[in-house]
Each structure stands twice: as structure tokens, then as C-alpha cells.
């Protein structure tokens, strides 16, 4: 597989060209953070883009013409290419082709970069409209952490710490699409204590988070914590009985039921006109 790492005085991390995609983080003394794509969930930290989510029936329908689209879209299926490779950095970029305008219709430029820096690892995604028309688009990260964090904790002693207040409600999913309405949320201030029955409903969607970063911890563990530009909606999902959970910025979100329209009209989507861009930014930082 091709891959690069790059490293910093705390941080070590490994990028695959294969969806652009985070493989391995660890700290100064070689601890492993993320997932290891296990066969409970096969992926590590998958980038979403052109969609985060799904769409009703997995159908894009623009101007008369209906193409498949899977859920999260196809970036995490292609293999990028490298633009810059340093000791610290690295910087890979996915383009339109033949291929994905037959399934995707536009034009686009989407790159993605990783920077190390002392304890932390910063990644930088950018689509950019290199075509005629408007661009409908979206982009997430879908990074996965152990679950616990270290051997002999478990995992009910975990917390997600927000940066702030989170008293709105949340979004759940109905067989992948968002469902009408919002339910009460189960933060109680900045603080959510983790457990796996928070999930047995999919995945916790705030759609409009007060917080622009979240710390995830336990007593006696190392943590992380992850902090977000950008990027309008966080995701939160683990698979029951699997040892991970993802921690998910994203501009963007999965269709509403009963949205079956054309897609630059999905709610949720940024609209980027001919020869413009938009960037997102989130950074990782290991807590010791």
C-alpha cells in the first residue's frame, strides 16, 4: 500500500493514498489512538466527500440525469494523489474523471492535507469548483478512536468534554436518512458520559454545536482532543460492541426522509461557485 508518515516531536502518524485516509496515530512512546481497522468496522478514518451521509435510495438526481451514489461518497474509494510529502507533512488531491462524473456530475478539485507539529496533527481538507456551474458538495472527517484507551479501563469510565454548553437537541438517523424532528440531547452541560447504549439508535448528530472543540477521556487514561473550523455538524458513532468511536466534524449531513429531490437542492449542502473554494480544518491533539 502506499503510504507516508510523517512525525513530530509527540506525534507520529501514517497516510494512506488509498482515500487520502489517516492509518495509524500514536505518541512519543508509540501508543496506538486510532483504530485499526479491525474486522468489526474494516476502516481507520475515512474522508467523506462528495456527501456525508446517504441518499434516499443511494440516488443523485441532477437535471434529469440519476446516478448512484453510496453512502459518504466515493473519496474514501479512490486513491489520491500525492502532491507534497515531507517529514511533517504531506498533501494529496482527488480530481474529477471520467469515472466519477458518471456518477458525480461536476467538476471539482478536493485536496486534503496532513501537518504534524509537537503533539498534534492538523488535516485540512479544500474543494475547490473548477467548473461552470454552482458545486453542491459536502466533506467530514470520520476519524476513529479506541474504545477504551487503555487496557483495564472501561469503557463506561470514558466522558466527551465539550468546549461549551451543548443544551440543543440532537438528530438521529432513520435506516440512514435524518429523521424529522429532534430529540432531547443526553449532554448534560459540556459533559456526555459515554456509553455503548447511546448508540444502539445509530449515530448522536448535533446539527448545531455551540462547542468548536471536545476532549474524550478517562481517569488514569491518555486522551485527545479534537477541535474543529468550518465545519457546521459533528457526528458521533460507534458500532456496538466494537472497541471505537468516531468522532466526526462535518459540513454536511445524510438526506431528510422524505427528500427525494434534486440534489444541489438537499438540505445541508455547500453551494461553491465557479473558480471559488471552501476549507475546513481539524486538529488532534494527544493529551497525556
Same mark, same amino acid.
Given at each position: 500500500?502506499?503510504?507516508?508518515?510523517?512525525?513530530?516531536?509527540?506525534?507520529?502518524?501514517?497516510?494512506?493514498?488509498?482515500?487520502?485516509?489517516?492509518?495509524?496515530?500514536?505518541?512519543?512512546?508509540?501508543?496506538?489512538?486510532?483504530?485499526?481497522?479491525?474486522?468489526?468496522?474494516?476502516?481507520?478514518?475515512?474522508?467523506?466527500?462528495?456527501?456525508?451521509?446517504?441518499?434516499?435510495?443511494?440516488?443523485l438526481r441532477h437535471r434529469g440525469t440519476?446516478?448512484?451514489?453510496?453512502?459518504?461518497?466515493?473519496?474514501?474509494?479512490?486513491?489520491?494523489? /500525492?502532491?507534497?510529502?515531507?517529514?511533517?507533512?504531506?498533501?494529496?488531491?482527488?480530481?474529477?474523471?471520467?469515472?466519477?462524473?458518471?456518477?458525480?456530475?461536476?467538476?471539482?478539485?478536493?485536496?486534503?492535507?496532513?501537518?504534524?507539529?509537537?503533539?498534534?496533527?492538523?488535516?485540512?481538507?479544500?474543494?475547490?469548483?473548477?467548473?461552470?456551474?454552482?458545486?453542491?458538495?459536502?466533506?467530514?472527517?470520520?476519524?476513529?478512536?479506541? /474504545?477504551?484507551?487503555?487496557?483495564?479501563?472501561?469503557?463506561?469510565?470514558?466522558?466527551?468534554?465539550?468546549?461549551?454548553?451543548?443544551?440543543?437537541?440532537?438528530?438521529?438517523?432513520?435506516?440512514?436518512?435524518?429523521?424529522?424532528?429532534?430529540?432531547?440531547?443526553?449532554?448534560?452541560g459540556r459533559t456526555l458520559r459515554l456509553?455503548?447504549?447511546?448508540?444502539?439508535?445509530?449515530?448522536?448528530?448535533?446539527?448545531?454545536?455551540?462547542?468548536?472543540?471536545?476532549?474524550?477521556f478517562a481517569p488514569g487514561a491518555p486522551?485527545?482532543?479534537?477541535? /474543529?473550523?468550518?465545519?457546521?455538524?459533528?457526528?458521533?458513532?460507534?458500532?456496538?460492541?466494537?472497541?471505537?468511536?468516531?468522532?466526526?466534524?462535518?459540513?454536511?449531513?445524510?438526506?431528510?426522509?422524505?427528500?427525494?429531490?434534486?440534489?444541489?437542492?438537499?438540505?445541508?449542502?455547500?453551494?461553491?461557485?465557479?473558480?471559488?473554494?471552501?476549507?475546513?480544518?481539524?486538529?488532534?491533539?494527544?493529551?497525556?
Open positions: 500500500m502506499d503510504q507516508h508518515a510523517i512525525a513530530a516531536a509527540r506525534i507520529a502518524a501514517r497516510i494512506a493514498a488509498d482515500g487520502a485516509e489517516l492509518q495509524s496515530l500514536r505518541d512519543g512512546t508509540g501508543r496506538e489512538f486510532l483504530w485499526q481497522a479491525l474486522p468489526a468496522w474494516p476502516r481507520h478514518a475515512p474522508v467523506l466527500f462528495p456527501i456525508v451521509g446517504q441518499l434516499a435510495g443511494d440516488t440519476v446516478t448512484t451514489m453510496g453512502r459518504h461518497g466515493f473519496a474514501r474509494e479512490r486513491r489520491f494523489t /500525492w502532491l507534497e510529502r515531507t517529514p511533517r507533512a504531506c498533501r494529496l488531491v482527488l480530481a474529477d474523471d471520467d469515472w466519477t462524473r458518471a456518477r458525480y456530475p461536476f467538476a471539482f478539485r478536493f485536496e486534503v492535507a496532513y501537518t504534524a507539529e509537537a503533539d498534534a496533527l492538523t488535516t485540512t481538507y479544500t474543494i475547490a469548483n473548477t467548473g461552470p456551474e454552482p458545486l453542491p458538495a459536502s466533506m467530514g472527517a470520520h476519524p476513529a478512536f479506541r /474504545w477504551p484507551l487503555a487496557e483495564g479501563i472501561g469503557k463506561d469510565s470514558h466522558i466527551l468534554e465539550f468546549s461549551a454548553p451543548e443544551p440543543a437537541p440532537v438528530r438521529r438517523l432513520d435506516a440512514g436518512l435524518l429523521r424529522p424532528g429532534a430529540l432531547p440531547s443526553p449532554i448534560a456509553t455503548e447504549s447511546l448508540f444502539a439508535d445509530d449515530a448522536l448528530i448535533l446539527d448545531r454545536p455551540a462547542s468548536n472543540s471536545v476532549r474524550f486522551g485527545i482532543e479534537l477541535s /474543529w473550523h468550518g465545519f457546521s455538524e459533528l457526528g458521533l458513532w460507534m458500532k456496538p460492541g466494537a472497541d471505537f468511536l468516531c468522532i466526526e466534524p462535518w459540513a454536511g449531513y445524510a438526506s431528510p426522509v422524505g427528500f427525494d429531490g434534486e440534489f444541489a437542492e438537499k438540505p445541508g449542502l455547500l453551494l461553491i461557485p465557479p473558480g471559488e473554494q471552501r476549507a475546513a480544518t481539524h486538529r488532534i491533539r494527544l493529551l497525556a
